[in-house]
């Protein structure tokens, strides 16, 4: 009884040791839980992203967002073109001042120029099409909108940027994304001379595509940036 008595003194005493070391560590009057620094609330919250594509011209980069939530087969279908590089090398073959510069023609590849402006192809193979996707967005410059025959379902790889607001579309095309950098580089392709049939004398190439996901946050200060550069230009000539 006195080797358990003894035994059960040593457990008591090993316990409130224990029991002082803890209270040292942690002030008085406070939780543990309140030792750990709060996280901020902006850490919990998860980065906006969206995907960019940029067009790498003979002229400079054009870099596009998008509105999935507007036309989102547009925006899978040129997305998915843009990886595959069925974009990469092709020309802009249509050029009209006010008006708009249209691309995306695989037929612009090759050396015969008369074939441009018939071809295309979409993600989901040969002699496909996209059904469209008209919607409330307006045709306004430096908006990505999707050529067609007169079909309004005929839509493949065709694409054009508004180089002009030009309302006569609006609602008669699919609308799927905005110019957010290097709308400049559009006025210099729209500005190149061109014949009868508004194709360039001089080849108005895409040399590259890059797709990219940015932080919605940069692709929104990138378009702000580039809208404010122009207005600063456009007082600059008054």
């Known amino acids: 009884k006195a080797?358990?008595?003894?035994?059960?003194?040593?457990?008591?005493?090993?316990?409130?040791s224990l029991t002082a070391v803890l209270a040292a560590l942690v002030p008085c009057g406070a939780a543990a839980d309140d030792a750990a620094p709060a996280k901020p609330?902006?850490?919990?919250k998860e980065t906006a992203m969206e995907t960019v594509v940029t067009l790498k011209t003979t002229r400079g980069d054009i870099s596009l967002r998008f509105f999935p939530d507007s036309a989102p087969e547009h925006v899978?279908?040129?997305?998915?073109?843009?990886?595959d590089g069925t974009y990469a090398g092709t020309l802009f073959h249509r050029v009209i001042p006010g008006?708009?510069?249209?691309?995306?023609?695989?037929?612009?590849?090759d050396d015969d120029p008369s074939n441009d402006g018939f071809g295309g192809i979409t993600y989901k193979g040969?002699?496909?099409t996209l059904k469209s996707e008209f919607n409330d967005r307006k045709h306004t410059r430096g908006i990505l909108s999707m050529a067609r025959a007169q079909d309004p379902n005929s839509a493949r790889s065709q694409f054009f940027?508004?180089?002009?607001?030009?309302?006569?579309?609006?609602?008669?095309?699919?609308v799927f994304g905005e110019t957010i950098?290097?709308?400049?580089?559009?006025?210099m392709i729209v500005n190149t001379p061109r014949n009868s049939s508004d194709r360039p004398n001089k080849d108005q190439k895409i040399l590259e595509v890059t797709v990219e996901e940015w932080p919605t946050e940069k692709v929104e200060s990138t378009r702000a940036a580039m809208w404010e550069a122009e207005k600063a230009k456009a007082a600059e000539g008054q």
């Open 3 to 16: 080797n358990i008595l003894r035994k059960e003194t040593l457990v008591i005493r090993r316990w409130l």
């Open 41 to 44: 609330a902006e850490a919990e």
């Open 76 to 83: 899978k279908n040129f997305i998915a073109l843009s990886k």
């Open 99 to 109: 008006f708009m510069i249209q691309g995306g023609d695989p037929n612009s590849k």
């Open 126 to 128: 040969p002699d496909t």
């Open 161 to 174: 940027i508004m180089h002009a607001n030009y309302p006569t579309l609006d609602g008669k095309y699919s």
């Open 181 to 187: 950098s290097g709308i400049e580089f559009v006025d």
